[in-house]
């Protein structure tokens, strides 16, 4: 059965179809809040409050996206309400002194040695105010408008705590890979 049919039973509140959607998504979703919370516990907590919402909200869904791509929205958007209900909060940005960043005069250089998910550890270590914007960016894909609503944050900031982020990133990898910093 295709997920539109999926979707068109579930609006209709048919539990046999929302537990086929379920169970379509649950790992993939379990895995996008792991990455967030980094607890097994209140990663299926938010993925479950994801599903949740998801179903109490899919009136909404247009189809505008796919609905693996909205549903994950939802779910790190409740992967972020959890951290920030920990009082875990990103740190507020001074607008003022944030410059533009251009993101094609980088310069990326690190080992070929470094693999995606010695990439995704060094991420989690990073501070959180680089950590999320991180994620969201070279993990999630997401793209700088999208940061910034999901964040609550400018455009201008998620450029420049991504570009930040990036350099923090290189900067670990490069230590790690040769010893030092340089």
């Not at 909404?60 to 909060?89: C, E, H, P, Y």
């Not at 010695?118 to 959180?128: G, M, Q």
Request: hydrophobic residues 35%.
């Amino acid at each position: 059965m295709l997920t539109t049919d999926i979707i068109e039973q579930c609006k209709r509140n048919d539990r046999k179809a929302q537990l086929q959607l379920y169970n379509k998504y649950c790992d993939g979703m379990y895995h996008v809040a792991f990455r967030f919370l980094k607890n097994t516990f209140e990663a299926e907590e938010a993925m479950h409050e994801g599903f949740i919402n998801a179903f109490a909200k899919l009136h909404q869904f247009t189809g505008d996206v796919t609905f693996g791509a909205w549903l994950k929205r939802i779910v790190i958007n409740k992967s972020l309400d959890m951290i920030k209900a920990k009082k875990a909060t990103i740190i507020p940005l001074n607008e003022e002194v944030i410059g533009k960043v251009d993101e094609d005069t980088e310069d990326w250089d690190v080992g070929d040695e470094v693999t995606v998910e010695h990439v995704k550890k060094t991420i989690a270590e990073l501070p959180e105010k680089y950590r999320y914007p991180l994620m969201l960016f070279l993990i999630e894909g997401y793209d700088h408008q999208e940061i910034s609503e999901i964040l609550n944050i400018t455009e201008v900031a998620s450029r420049t705590m991504v570009h930040r982020g990036k350099k923090k990133l290189q900067a670990q990898l490069k230590k790690e890979s040769y010893g030092t910093g340089s």
